[in-house]
Nanobody, 124 residues
Framework: QVQLVESGGGLVQPGGSLTLSCAAS????????MAWYRQAPGKQRELVAVITRGGSTNYADSVKGRFTISRDNAKNAVYLQMNSLKPEDTAVYYCNADITIRLTVGGAQRKGFWGQGTQVTVSS
């Protein structure tokens, strides 16, 4: 019913920049918060940044001042601009969103959705 599709990952040198994108599609009535998580090998998935529909943001301490989350409500999209990348930023990055969907049987349901993940590798 709903898909989150990420793009923009890749290989970048330390100090470089990347921008991740995530677009939601399907039977969407509204989207509340949208967020980026990441999971490095052997580590738990962690929250990187979150943005509300109104534009309020919050960041993990490890990325404050380097990453910027933004969204386009008209496109049901969220972005993560990553600057001054470090090797420790290497991970699979996942898009997450809290979405109210239109049910085929009528009515609506609010639930969380995840993208498939996109690899970010920071290495020289």
């Amino acid at each position: 019913q709903v898909q989150l599709v990420e793009s923009g990952g890749g290989l970048v040198q330390p100090g470089g920049s990347l921008t991740l994108s995530c677009a939601a599609s399907g039977s969407i009535l509204s989207i509340d918060y949208m967020a980026w998580y990441r999971q490095a090998p052997g580590k738990q998935r962690e929250l990187v940044a979150v943005i509300t529909r109104g534009g309020s943001t919050n960041y993990a301490d490890s990325v404050k001042g380097r990453f910027t989350i933004s969204r386009d409500n008209a496109k049901n999209a969220v972005y993560l601009q990553m600057n001054s990348l470090k090797p420790e930023d290497t991970a699979v990055y996942y898009c997450n969103a809290d979405i109210t969907i239109r049910l085929t049987v009528g009515g609506a349901q609010r639930k969380g959705f995840w993208g498939q993940g996109t690899q970010v590798t920071v290495s020289s």
